[in-house]
């Protein structure tokens, strides 16, 4: 996060947001458990540097909760269905916005809204 930050060719609100990008894909793909209070400060943030990714931010700090359910006799056997509820649209929503920046439809719609608002 400090390397984005004192990224010289970056402003500053897109290096926060790089940095937010790269804990978050850490803890996705490195962390062996995540809990609520792992997300706390991803949250916070994430809240300084609002983006089309901050639902999915949301969403994760929420879904995350779901884990708690697999003490539940109902969900003792359902535990990877439980984890595809808490996974799958967070990554779909991250590789559909890098999808659309990738494509260039991102800066289209943002310009559209903002002419709109004029």
């Given amino acids: 996060m400090v390397h984005c930050i004192h990224q010289p060719q970056k402003p500053q609100q897109q290096a926060v947001e790089w940095g937010v990008g790269l804990i978050a894909l850490y803890l996705m ?11 706390v400060w991803l949250l916070a943030l994430a809240s300084l540097t609002p983006n089309w990714l901050t639902p999915a931010w949301l969403y994760w700090s929420w879904a995350v909760n779901l884990d708690y359910l697999e003490t539940l006799p109902l969900f003792t056997h359902a535990l990877y269905r439980l984890h595809i509820v808490e996974y799958v649209p967070v990554y779909a929503w991250i590789i559909g916005y890098w999808w659309v920046v990738r494509s260039g439809k991102l800066t289209s719609v943002l310009g559209s809204v903002a002419d709109a608002a004029r």
């Fill in 29 to 39: 793909l490195v962390s062996p458990s995540v809990f609520q209070w792992y997300l």
